[in-house]
């Protein structure tokens, strides 16, 4: 195939770049480099896609591109980038989430609409369910978000099935359950926890601990955003990756794994849900999507990719 990857030099965006490529896909990876986190983080994650000769990265803003030019024969496009956070999400930087997460798709979607594209895949959230009313929580509950960052991913998901229906746009919506993994974002939980464990420095837990969630597995991630590429599946699917585990269950296993973080208790963050659980009957049905990596093996190469990133 011929894909094109916006946020590639992100976390997941970086990752599915890399299966792309070992499946013998050409990639176009479209990346701003915003300020949210440093750009030299970006740049690592980029390194090995970089090397390889069916890559081509374009350093640019989706508002800005010529999308129709980035966009011409691509086969699927994939929609990852976005403003991430719930926290910052709220007051004057929402207007950021707004432009990056509503109107970027907007225009990704836009410039696709006459495309004979195979499939367009956008990256939504959990986010998007808030508090949801049960567990596993599946597509048909109503979506009721607490953060302005969930909003805004609603919306865009909305406008993808909007596009689906008004223009017969393949795409495919996957509400991302907590993605973990070697990446992960510095300011994501997993991440600052992971080198808390290893330095024994300071982790901020926000809440008592006992809320879950469930946590997935970045390579199950890209595995499912690329068989939903290559299925007929069109619509809204949750991708979880079956660990639904309390924080303070993931703190006893980071300190077996990378040692003892020093923890400090915060109060909960407004926007912040208390559960998630994902039901993913729908994705096995449409593009046989089963979760791989159990949380242990998953934060045993954190911990280990961690180890290789600290300098001795």
Known sequence: MRCVVTGAAGFIGSHLSELLLSQGDEVVGIDSFTEYYDTEVKERNLRNALDHERFTLRRDDLLQAPLAEVFEGADVIFHLAGQPGVRPSWGSDFSTYVSRNVLATQAV???????PLTKLVYASSSSVYGDAEAFPTAETLRPQPVSPYGVTKLAAEHLCELYRKGFGVPTASLRLFTVYG???RPDMAFSRLVAAGLSGEVFELYGDGGQTRDFTYVGDVVQAMRAAALSGFTGVANIGGGSRTSMNDVLELVTELAGAPDVRRLPVVRGDVRD????????????????EVQLREGLARMVEAQRLAIPV
């Open 276 to 291: 998630t659980a994902a039901d993913t009957r729908t994705a096995f049905e449409g593009f046989g999507y089963v979760p």
């Open 182 to 184: 070697p990446r992960q």
């Open 109 to 115: 979607l836009e410039a696709a609409r006459d495309l």
